[in-house]
């Protein structure tokens, strides 16, 4: 079985470090980006079967690029979730109406990364 392909989308090098290093011991592929700009690059250039974003970022932030993601055929479908600091609900809501599928506040807990990845993964 092929694994999961997850984009993982952040302008902190700790944070995206610690992204893959939790997903790749989950048996994931991790590929990185370090602003959405860079990753709807990423996402255009290759599948992948799940994003997670952080929203505050520079040259593109985590909504615009839900936005221009939701926008591309192959990625109609795909979960996106976001995992920030912050947990304001009225941004939860504009996330979600973009197109997010769900919301991790940060520092988070690896294991709750895992859970939430495979629940939508459906793994």
């Known amino acids: 079985m092929m694994a ?3 984009l993982s989308v952040d302008d902190s090098a700790s944070i995206r470090q610690m992204v893959k290093l939790t997903l790749t011991g989950a048996g ?3 590929v990185q980006a370090a602003d959405g700009a860079e990753g709807l690059a990423r996402a255009r250039d290759m599948a992948v079967d799940l994003v997670v974003t952080d929203l505050n970022m ?3 932030n985590g909504l615009d690029l ?3 993601l939701r926008k591309l ?3 109609k479908g795909v979960p996106i979730i976001f995992l920030t600091t912050e947990s304001d609900a009225a941004m939860k809501q504009e996330a979600k109406v973009a197109g997010a599928t769900g919301w991790i506040t940060k520092p988070f807990q690896q294991e709750q990364l895992v859970t939430v990845v495979r629940k939508v993964l459906g793994a």
């Open 66 to 68: 839900i936005r221009e």
């Open 73 to 75: 055929p192959t990625y």
């Open 4 to 6: 999961k392909t997850i």
């Open 58 to 60: 520079p040259v593109m």
């Open 28 to 30: 994931y592929t991790v």
